[in-house]
């Protein structure tokens, strides 16, 4: 039997950390940028605290009860506690000095890494073999904003949302595998050694005015700075075309002394040499091999240690120049075969080196930014297909019978001016939250949530009266988002955007959400409608916002094109959606036209065809008092004689009879299609002869009950 499928991930994940032995707790999630518990922007602890009322006394590994509390809580964070299966070194922010750590003392054995919500460098290493005791930063040899959760802690868990907008990803999943060096214990024990003593990282300054008194921390630091100097100085002080000679005899091993002799910090160190040599020009492949020849220098050994000065009268300048003088001959032979690659290099060779390293360098960030990527996307699930089709079907198939499936995606394409936001406003609307047919017709599957509606185009006073004029009921499901001129609010394109996107759409309890229309946000994302790859690109970020916001259906409306057939734009559009409205008008009269389409108001079409669906072009009738469209019936062939037959009875608003050739002549109708209408009128007897004329030829008449045609 494979595992139940999900479609929260929340939930999904939760389950998944249970059948590993670890216990979740749901905690409160965010709304915008604050907590969804009552506090909201008092919470000091905002999306990251128990739900439940024992906190994590309540914490289990039982499936029901978790399936319980998400069911409950649908938009919970997952809490994972820490203490039994894993504990977790918590990194807030400091990287930098994670990373030291890790240098130091080696990679403690982890199973997932885990990129927190808060932007800002925040990680968590899920160590296995937990049960050690929770160390709070600045214990136990942990520098500030460096902690462990272990026994009687916990930590937010993927895939749970941060306040800050972002989400918490894996960038190491847990797969089984066992990452790192040294177990957390033998790490932490480590951490505990009293540290050597380290000079604190200051700027560079003059010491023309340093003190004679006896060694104190100002001196230590300003005889340190002189050794940094000199070293910088003989790359900066050097022509161009020996800067790299200077950089690797004088400067590297220098500071390689100092470090060695514990006056400099390998990573102040390497910044100088780092910085001097960027502002003197040199090349990226060239910076990117001084790490390397300083720890080159510093694995051979230094014969020549600079140390910190004993007590000393000496000004720091004078102090520096009293020492033994740097042995650029006695480099190790490693050192000098790297030392004279670079050197024998011509100029261009040298630039294409740097541009080969730059490349490289984009690459790697490339491949960084998909296995983040690849950390943020959604769980892969799969079900053998005896339990997919074992599953029990839903009842319901259809958001509204035979035009939009249930589960399902509709694009309305409409013709300028055809009346789409009439048909989604006025019509659309009320049959979901009130019931009722829509159109007339169909029957229509009620919200129990609500309805979000996107007006994208109408102006919002225009908009206020067309709903009021809609007489909704139940107008508190609801949700109208008037964002014409302000696209730009559903930022789509990041995945911060997208996150946040979908926790407004939970907030607002949406079931079915409407764009209308679609154009005014592609254009504000910077996607072209006409492009099949910006098409794609837009509807996979749609798609997940509305999944994260636990949408159920979605109509999305689009202007026509293509002389009104179908939906402006790339042919991709026609491939996203379950089923496709389309809403047309006949054209226009012009005062010269003989053709009566459209004689007063143009009469609507509507079509679909998709999933299910099939409905032919017929046309709509519209009761202005309410705005409600209803379907006739009659297609356009239909329509087209009703308005020339319409159009032959006009001529006897008079009341006076008229012969065959007087009814054709004043019709303002094609002459030929006029005469086979008034023969068919005759012969379906809406037309009575009523005498003759003059010449003997019958005049006719409208049958009484045509008369007020």
């Given at each position: ?9 929340l939930?999904a994940?939760a ?9 979740v707790i ?6 915008g940028s604050?907590?969804a518990?009552p506090?909201?922007a ?8 128990p ?30 506690c820490t ?9 807030d ?6 990373n030291?750590l890790t240098?130091?003392n ?7 890494t885990?990129v ?14 937990g049960?050690n ?12 904003k460096?902690e ?11 895939p749970s949302?941060?306040?800050s ?8 999943r847990?797969?089984?595998?066992i ?8 790490w932490?024990s ?13 700027a560079?300054?003059?010491t ?7 060694v ?9 700075d002189?050794?940094?100097?000199a070293?910088c ?17 004088v ?5 390689a ?10 990573s ?7 910085n001097?040599a ?5 090349e990226?492949d060239?910076?990117?091999r001084i790490?390397?020849?300083v720890?080159i ?10 140390y ?12 520096l120049a ?21 050197a024998?290099l ?8 740097a541009?080969f ?8 960030a490339?491949?960084m ?11 892969l699930l ?12 839903e009842?319901?198939q259809?958001?509204v019978?035979?035009l939009?499936?249930?589960?399902g ?6 013709q300028a001016?055809s009346g ?9 609307l009320?049959a979901?939250v ?9 029957e ?5 949530r609500?309805?979000?509606?996107f007006?994208?185009?109408?102006g ?6 067309w709903?009021?004029d809609?007489?909704?009921t139940?107008?508190?499901?609801i949700?109208?988002s ?8 559903l ?6 955007g ?5 926790s407004w ?13 679609l154009?005014?946000v592609?254009?504000?994302l ?7 790859a ?26 026509a094109g293509?002389?009104g057939?179908?939906s ?5 559009l026609?491939d ?22 459209g ?5 609507r079409?509507?079509?679909a065809?998709g999933?299910d ?13 309410n ?5 006739t ?10 308005s020339?037959?319409q ?7 008079d ?5 065959t050739?007087?009814i ?9 299609k006029?005469?086979?209408?008034v023969?068919v ?29």
């Amino acid at each position: 039997m494979q595992p139940e499928r999900q479609t929260n991930e929340l939930l999904a994940s939760a389950l998944e950390l249970a059948d590993l032995g670890m216990s979740v707790i749901p905690l409160w999630w965010p709304i915008g940028s604050t907590c969804a518990c009552p506090k909201g922007a008092d919470c000091s602890s905002a999306a990251k605290h128990p739900l439940t009322m024992n906190g994590l006394k309540d914490a289990t590994l039982d499936a029901n009860v978790i399936k319980t509390w998400w069911a409950k809580w649908p938009s919970a964070n997952v809490g994972l506690c820490t203490g039994t299966e894993i504990d977790v070194i918590d990194v807030d922010g400091a990287i930098a000095e994670y990373n030291q750590l890790t240098r130091d003392n080696g990679i403690p054995e982890h199973v997932a890494t885990v990129v927190t919500g808060r932007g800002e460098g925040g990680i968590h290493v899920y160590c296995s073999q937990g049960g050690n005791k929770t160390i709070p930063s600045g214990k136990h040899g942990l520098p500030d904003k460096i902690e462990v959760k272990g026994v009687g802690g916990y930590v937010v868990a993927p895939p749970s949302r941060h306040v800050s907008g972002g989400t918490y990803t894996y960038m190491k999943r847990i797969d089984g595998d066992i990452a790192g060096q040294i177990p957390l214990d033998q790490w932490l024990s480590k951490l505990e050694k009293p540290p050597a003593p380290v000079v604190p990282i200051r700027a560079l300054h003059s010491t023309a005015n340093v003190s004679t008194a006896n060694v104190s921390t100002a001196n230590v630091q300003a005889y340190r700075d002189a050794v940094i100097r000199a070293a910088c100085d003989s790359i900066t002080t050097t022509s161009s075309g020996g800067r790299w000679m200077a950089l690797a005899t004088v400067a590297v091993p220098k500071i390689a002394r100092g470090i060695a002799g514990g006056l400099i910090e390998r990573s102040v160190g390497l910044y100088a040499l780092h910085n001097a040599a960027a502002q003197s020009g040199l090349e990226s492949d060239e910076l990117a091999r001084i790490p390397a020849l300083v720890d080159i220098m510093l694995s051979q050994g230094i014969n020549e240690p600079i140390y910190p000065p004993a007590d000393t009268n000496a000004a720091a300048d004078l102090w520096l120049a009293s020492l033994p003088k740097d042995d650029a001959g006695a480099l190790p032979e490693e050192y000098q075969v790297i030392v004279a690659e670079i050197a024998e290099l011509t100029p261009y060779e040298r630039a294409v080196r740097a541009k080969f390293t730059d490349l490289r360098i984009n690459d790697d960030a490339k491949a960084m930014l998909s296995t983040l990527k690849a950390g943020q996307a959604p769980a892969l699930l799969g079900d053998n297909l005896s339990d997919f089709l074992a599953e029990v079907e839903e009842d319901e198939q259809y958001r509204v019978t035979d035009l939009w499936p249930s589960q399902g995606r509709v694009l309305l394409a409409a013709q300028a001016k055809s009346g789409k936001t009439t048909m989604v406003a006025a019509n659309l609307l009320p049959a979901l939250v009130d019931g009722g047919l829509f159109l007339g017709r169909y029957e229509v599957t009620q919200v129990t949530r609500r309805v979000v509606y996107f007006n994208m185009e109408v102006g919002t006073r225009t908009m206020r009266r067309w709903l009021k004029d809609a007489n909704i009921t139940a107008t508190g499901k609801i949700t109208v988002s008037n964002l014409r001129g302000k696209a730009s609010a559903l930022s789509l394109s990041s995945q911060a955007g997208r996150t946040q996107f979908g926790s407004w759409l939970a907030h607002n309890d949406a079931e079915v959400v409407i764009l209308d229309p679609l154009a005014p946000v592609l254009a504000s994302l910077g996607l072209d409608e006409n492009s099949n790859a910006d098409v794609a690109t837009f509807f996979a970020w749609w798609s997940e916002s509305l999944m994260l916001g636990g949408v159920v259906d979605d109509l999305v409306v689009h202007h026509a094109g293509h002389g009104g057939e179908r939906s402006r734009g790339a042919s991709r559009l026609l491939d996203e959606p379950d089923a496709i409205w389309t809403l047309t008008k006949d054209a226009d009269v012009a005062q010269e036209s003989d053709d009566i389409y459209g004689a007063g108001s143009p009469t609507r079409y509507l079509s679909a065809y998709g999933r299910d669906v099939e409905l032919p072009p017929e046309a709509l009738s519209f009761m202005s008092e309410n705005r409600q469209l209803l379907l006739t019936g009659l297609s356009r062939a239909a329509m087209k004689s009703d308005s020339e037959s319409q159009s032959i009875l006009n001529v006897f608003k008079d009341g006076m009879p008229r012969s065959t050739n007087a009814i054709v002549g004043e019709c303002k109708i094609n002459r030929n299609k006029a005469w086979g209408s008034v023969k068919v009128l005759q012969a379906n007897g809406q037309l009575e002869e009523v005498g003759k004329g003059s010449n003997g030829h019958p005049l006719w008449l409208p049958d009484a009950t045509m008369e007020k045609g």
